[in-house]
Structures are given as structure tokens and as C-alpha cells.
């Protein structure tokens, strides 16, 4: 349950900011409007405007985002757990280290957010925007990333085991280094996409080592 008090924070903050434009305030001066480590579990931000903020830290449990405007929000190693982020618009949000472990994401816009180390493992990113997004050593086990938009996005060293990125826009994205194991590719566009050095390519390399010792064998005259 959030904080009585950080929730009335948040008001008086959300309250000075609506005094401004957005627009024309600015990531680095509404990073001064201070949320660090705020107990906001399950609170109710549907469409609320915190761009800029510094939420860093702060426990977003079950809060329902859906829909909220969080453009360059410092998110670092917030507990996103369960939120609700449907529809949110995360653009060059920094999630370094976050947890969005079964998280609602569906449509959510994350074009050039950072994810480097977030735990995204069972998160639901269907249909969302991941132009140019960093995922770079984030864990993403499990995840729901069908229908994605991840043009240039990047995966590198991350764990996508059992992800699902069925007909997604995976063209030029990084996955160089990444663990794939029972990763589902099927109709996805990965047209110029890096695969050296992820762990798919290497089991691609030994299926087809051990297809062409096969073929060796049944080829030596008996």
C-alpha cells in the first residue's frame, strides 16, 4: 500500500508541474521535482503526467500507470512489479536496473528507453514501441514480446529464454551475446539483425556440425 504521505508529495509535485509546459520545462529541471524511493505501491496514476521526475527507486507495485506520460523519467531501480504501464509512454525513460517483472506493457512506447540490467522476466510488451531501446543484460525470461516494433533496439547479453517475439520488427536489433534458448522467432522480421555470438547461433552452429558428421558417416561406403 503506498505512503499517505508520498502520495500527498506527489500531488503537490504534480500540482507545480501542471503550472508549467511540459514542453518547454524540460527533463533536467523537472528532475528536481524529487520522488527517490517513494512508496507508491498501488497507487492510481492513470494518464498522470510525471516526465522528468526522479522516481528512482521509488516501489510502483501494482501501481496503475496506464497510459501516464513518463518521457526521460529517471526509473532507476524502481520496483515496477505487476504494474500496470498499458499504453504509457516511456520514451528515453531510464529503467536501468528496474523491475518489471510481470509487468502490463502492452502499446507502451519505450522508443529509446534504457533497460540495461532490468528484470523484465514475464512482462507483457505486446504490440509495443521498442525503437532503438536498450535491453542490453536485462532479464527478459519468459517475456510476452510479440508484435514489437524493436527496429535497432538492443538485446545484446541479455536473457530472453522462452521469450515470445512472434511478428515482431526486429530489423538491424542487437542480439549479440544474447541467451535464446526456446526463443520463439516464428514471423518475425530480422532482416540485418546481429545474432553473432548469441547463444542461438552458436546451437545453430553445433546443429549444423553435428548434421554435417552425420552426413559424413552415412556417406563412408559400408
Not at 528512482?56 to 515496477?80: F, K, S
Not at 504494474?83 to 516511456?90: E, H, K, T, V, W
Not at 510488451?125 to 525503437?131: D, P
Request: charged share 20%; proline share 1%.
Amino acid at each position: 500500500m503506498a505512503n499517505p504521505n508520498h502520495l500527498s508529495l506527489l500531488h503537490r509535485v504534480l500540482a507545480q508541474v501542471g503550472e508549467s509546459d511540459p514542453s518547454e520545462l524540460g527533463a533536467d529541471n523537472r528532475d528536481k521535482f524529487s520522488l527517490v524511493g517513494a512508496n507508491l505501491a498501488g497507487a492510481d496514476l492513470r494518464h498522470v503526467n510525471l516526465s522528468g521526475m526522479s522516481l528512482m527507486a521509488a516501489d510502483l507495485r501494482h501501481a496503475n500507470l496506464q497510459g501516464a506520460l513518463l518521457l526521460g523519467t529517471n526509473l532507476i531501480a524502481a520496483n515496477l512489479y505487476q504494474a500496470n504501464l498499458r499504453g504509457a509512454i516511456l520514451n528515453r525513460a531510464r529503467l536501468n536496473r528496474a523491475n518489471l517483472s510481470d509487468a502490463d506493457l502492452r502499446e507502451a512506447s519505450l522508443g529509446e528507453a534504457i533497460l540495461v540490467g532490468a528484470s523484465v522476466n514475464g512482462g507483457v510488451l505486446i504490440g509495443a514501441l521498442l525503437y532503438r531501446s536498450n535491453f542490453s543484460g536485462a532479464s527478459c525470461l519468459g517475456a510476452h514480446l510479440t508484435q514489437c516494433h524493436a527496429v535497432e533496439a538492443n538485446f545484446s547479453h541479455a536473457n530472453l529464454q522462452g521469450a515470445d517475439l512472434r511478428w515482431s520488427d526486429l530489423r538491424q536489433a542487437d542480439f549479440f551475446g544474447a541467451q535464446l534458448t526456446d526463443t520463439r522467432f516464428e514471423g518475425a522480421n530480422c532482416r540485418g539483425a546481429r545474432l553473432q555470438g548469441s547463444r542461438l547461433q552458436e546451437r545453430r552452429n553445433e546443429d549444423l556440425t553435428t548434421s554435417k558428421k552425420s552426413t559424413q558417416m552415412m556417406s563412408k561406403p559400408s
